[in-house]
Every structure is written in structure tokens, then in C-alpha cells.
T-cell receptor, first 114, second 116 residues
């Protein structure tokens, strides 16, 4: 089955530690995205990648880093510089980097930093 | 993107049609109406979108008023698995490649509870 996988579903870390969230897709989509969702709120774009080896900052990129070495994979690292890292993180992909194409979402990773 | 207004919550009996309204009175002529839903602790799921004509797919129907200031998402036979928060958003579709063109600005949505 084609789709987007994120792992793990729940992640716990101590403050000051970097943590990397996995996102893999087998849909052969060019574009991939990372969003953050806080309780009772909508989605905020962290980073997006239009094609392999390219990525751009979204609205709230500070304290996060990404890489896109393979078409299928777009890992997100939450660094110790992110002041409020506890959130629900969602990865998405679309066929091409255009708003004309629907974004398909993974199941999300809930990160708790204490 | 134009702002939308949705009821906070709705109930629907299982097997009946669920009609979810959305007001978007400031929508511009080239903005599309999109619907997503999010089941608790899962990623959002795209449902349907339209510009001015009514649309139907395997999941739902979208009815857009002639003046395009409001729309209704219809789930024809609601099941318990349709219990979710439903988000109505309006988006300007563009070939531009900036972050703003990808941003999905979800409001608070409508929490639909399907009751047995």
C-alpha cells in the first residue's frame, strides 16, 4: 500500500537533547512538508522540500533542521534551540510542489519534551 | 486566504446524512473551498474541494452557494468512523512556489460526533 509513514508515534525526550523524527513516503511524490500542530490549533508549516536535495523554511523554522537526501525520506530534527518543542508533528507529501496538488498526511508523531 | 466560520460541534445519527456548513463570506473569485478532516491523534485527511460547481467523490459531496459565500459538506451515510474534526479552508491555488502557497491554514473546525 502506498502512503506516508512516521515513526515513532510517541516520543519522549529530555530538555536539551536533539531528536530526529522520521518521515518516509512511497508515493513517488516530489514535494514533502513538515507541520506542527499544538492543542486546539491549526497547522503551522516548519519546512518544505520541493525536490531532492532542496528544502525551504516555512513560517516557524527556528530550532528545526531537515534534510532531503532521498526522494522518499524527509527527516526533521528538533534541536535544543527550539523553545517549545512539545507538539504533534505531521509530515505530508504532494505529487509536485504546487498548491494545485493535494497534500497527503502521515499519522503524526507526538513529541513530549520534559 | 479568506477566513472561514464553522459551528464548533455537531451530532449526527449513524446512517443519516451529515451536513456540515461553512461560511466564507470574504472569499475571492479565484479561491477554492477545501475540506479536510482529522480523526483524533491522526494526520489530516483530504476530503474534497471545489471552486463554484458542486462536487462529489467517493467520500462526500460539496455544495457551494451561487454567491460562493458559504458551502456545505455532505457525508451521505455517516458511520462511527466519520467522527472527527472537519476543517473548511479556502485556498488560492497558484503556481508560485513560496511557503505561503503550501500553508494549510486550519481554523478550529467542526467536531462531528456520529452517534449509534
Amino acid at each position: 500500500d502506498g502512503g506516508i509513514t512516521q515513526s515513532p508515534k510517541y516520543l519522549f525526550r529530555k530538555e536539551g537533547q536533539n531528536v530526529t523524527l522520521s518521515c518516509e513516503q512511497n508515493l513517488n511524490h516530489d514535494a514533502m512538508y513538515w507541520y506542527r500542530q499544538d492543542p486546539g490549533q491549526g497547522l503551522r508549516l516548519i519546512y518544505y522540500s520541493q525536490i531532492v536535495n532542496d528544502f525551504q523554511k516555512g513560517d516557524i523554522a527556528e530550532g528545526y533542521s531537515v534534510s532531503r537526501e532521498k526522494k522518499e525520506s524527509f527527516p526533521l530534527t528538533v534541536t535544543s534551540a527550539q523553545k517549545n518543542p512539545t507538539a504533534f508533528y505531521l509530515c505530508a507529501s504532494s505529487i509536485a510542489p504546487s498548491s494545485f496538488y493535494e497534500q497527503y498526511f502521515g499519522p503524526g508523531t507526538r513529541l513530549t519534551v520534559t | 486566504d479568506a477566513k472561514t466560520t464553522q459551528p464548533t460541534s455537531m451530532d449526527c445519527a449513524e446512517g443519516r446524512a451529515a451536513n456540515l456548513p461553512c461560511n466564507h463570506s470574504t472569499i475571492s473569485g479565484n479561491e477554492y473551498v477545501y475540506w479536510y478532516r482529522q480523526i483524533h491523534s491522526q494526520g489530516p485527511q483530504y476530503i474534497i474541494h471545489g471552486l463554484k460547481n458542486n462536487e462529489t467523490n467517493e467520500m462526500a459531496s460539496l455544495i457551494i452557494t451561487e454567491d460562493r459565500k458559504s458551502s456545505t459538506l455532505i457525508l451521505p451515510h455517516a458511520t462511527l468512523r466519520d467522527t472527527a474534526v472537519y476543517y473548511c479552508i479556502v485556498r488560492l491555488l497558484t503556481e508560485d512556489s513560496g511557503a505561503g502557497s503550501y500553508q494549510l491554514t486550519f481554523g478550529k473546525g467542526t467536531k462531528l460526533s456520529v452517534i449509534p
